[in-house]
């Protein structure tokens, strides 16, 4: 660990909030990763928009000076295999439930909140991990998963939304926010980072269809599960194989190309395939709501 202000997740932390850390990993030994992060997140006002704290990014950070030896965390309390929960969907392979006759008819179509556990969880994952060229991700923080169903309950389809890029130059200078603007209203721009349609599935215009509904319910989903309702979509498409038409179609507005970095890549150390940006605004004001001009719809936290 350097001397200098250190940048992690969008919050700065000085020498003396570094010192504040050691000094309470070190006062509470008993505490689990999760129960010490909530009380780090506290003393330093590391906080959602609705006033919830950070408590993901703050445990990653944690790990990190662990890594580094700043500090001793307490073993994990996670009794779970991550290794065998990231291969779960690759090493369950029995896809009987599915009906590969290809779907080809008009229905209604309806999207279903997935949530965490049970079988729809599973076979959400199933699908990504079968199907999806990129696979079943693992991701932090917020996000919302959902299926893509027919009118008569059958699956066509998944949907994955979740952090956005911290940095990305065309995104960044049309909206026109600052640093320390988007710092702190970053979190109201939510990325479509997984889409898939199943491949035995023939409807037609299924995905723009797909992606309005989702555009229309998304701040009333986000809103209800984490107490704030984002402003702006995001996503990337890779231009080697897609020519992102369901996001034209769909009024998803193009910004440019990526530099072919990750999401979290500051230091231009990791090559990846520069990819065409789209961004849909979900309200007229948005601009305003980003460069913190007007306040996003937000729900007290009184957890």
């Not at 906080?47 to 445990?59: A, F, H, M, R």
């Not at 479509?192 to 989702?214: E, T």
């Not at 990337?236 to 440019?256: M, P, Q, R």
Request: overall charge positive; proline content about 4%; charged content about 25%.
């Amino acid at each position: 660990m350097t001397n200098k202000i250190i940048e992690y997740s969008g919050h700065t932390f000085s020498l003396e909030d570094i010192e504040l850390i050691k000094a309470t990993v070190a006062l509470y030994p008993n505490l689990s990763r999760k129960e010490l992060a909530n009380t780090i997140c506290e003393l330093l006002e590391w906080l959602q928009i609705n006033g919830t704290p950070k408590v993901i990014p703050c445990i990653s950070f944690l790990n990190r000076l662990s890594d580094e030896g700043v500090i001793k965390l307490p073993p994990s309390r996670n009794t779970k295999n991550t290794g065998a929960r990231k291969s779960e969907a690759k090493e369950d392979r029995d896809l009987s439930w599915v009906n590969t006759e290809e779907i080809k008819e008009s229905e209604s179509i309806q999207l279903e909140v997935i949530r965490s556990g049970g079988e729809r969880m599973r076979q959400w994952r199933m699908y990504m991990s079968e199907y999806h060229t990129l696979g079943d991700p693992t991701v932090f923080g917020a996000q919302m998963r959902y299926a893509i169903k027919s009118g008569n309950d059958r699956d066509l389809g998944c949907m994955l939304f979740s952090a956005s890029s911290w940095a990305l130059a065309p995104r960044d200078k049309w909206i026109g926010w600052t640093l320390a603007e988007r710092k702190k209203q970053l979190q109201l721009v939510v990325n479509q980072s997984r889409f898939l349609i199943l491949p035995w599935v023939r409807i037609k215009n299924l995905a723009s269809q797909a992606l309005s509904m989702a555009a229309k319910r998304i701040q009333d989903d986000w809103l209800r599960d984490y107490h704030y309702a984002p402003v702006l979509l995001e996503t990337f498409v890779d231009i080697t194989k897609y020519k992102g038409t369901c996001y034209k179609a769909s009024n998803w507005i193009y910004l440019g190309e990526t530099q072919g970095r990750g999401r979290n890549d500051r230091y231009k150390e990791q090559a990846l395939t520069r990819k065409a940006i789209y961004v849909y605004p979900l309200q007229k004001d948005f601009k305003s709501i980003l460069v913190g001009s007007k306040p996003c719809k937000v729900v007290a936290y009184d957890g």
